[in-house]
């Protein structure tokens, strides 16, 4: 049977970048979001940091009411964030880990040493209705964890493959695809995402059972020269393009395996 289609979240965030620079109302993330959303964006994804150094409250708020899709709110495991998130309602939260000087989101959360508050956490987001997610490296004994704290969700970290090269990302790639086996036989949905471009995001694509991929650096950067429409329609066809390369890959195995009994 062929697989639900992968699913693309465009992360925004890098609008909003831009905007505070110059503390100007331009450009707006809220007309960003529903420009990818006619691209072919399946869900808008937004990361409102305690700095506030992009994404604000306000986008936040506005985008829970225009999206025909859906939001997923990206935060840190605070009562501040999960108060919000509670009164905002969107349909999906990820936790993430949260350091002020990092450029962007150097590692996956620790499931394990912050286990009573991430478990906190999941129930009081569940009872307002979203979905959760934890933003996890692809290690075993964090999807455990994940699992446990009652999630329903992990995003894999694809940045060490992102930044690997040869042997060392093919061996990053086999660490996802066991994490994503993993977590599905624990009956979690499995997205990924993290340093994902337009080289790399094939290869993660073709990874079984994955739900969705957030992207945005990359898409926002190549907006740039092509136009966020545009940008997000490429990166959708390349992520399609992969997961079905990766479908008729382990159409090809399962029939190598049958015919050759062992």
Known sequence: ??????????????IATLRQARGTRYPDPVQAALLAEEAGADGITVHLREDRRHIQERDVRLLAEV??????????????????????RPAHVCLVPEKREE????GGLDVVSGFEAIQAACQRLAEAGCEVSLFIDPVPEQIEAAAEAGAAVVELHTGAYAEATGEAAAREHARLAAAAEMALELGLTVNAGH???????????AIPGLHELNIGHAIIARALFVGLKEAV???????????????VAALEAHDHDHDHPH
């Open 103 to 106: 450029l962007t989101t150097e």
């Open 233 to 247: 329609a490429e990166m959708k066809r390349l992520a399609i393009a992969g997961q079905e390369a990766g479908f």
């Open 195 to 205: 340093g994902l471009n337009y080289h790399n995001v094939e290869a993660i694509a």
């Open 67 to 88: 999206l025909n899709t859906r939001m997923n709110l990206e935060m840190a495991v605070t009562e501040e964030m999960i108060a919000l998130a509670e009164a905002v």
């Open 1 to 14: 049977m062929h697989p639900p289609r992968l699913l693309l979240g465009v992360n925004i965030d890098h």
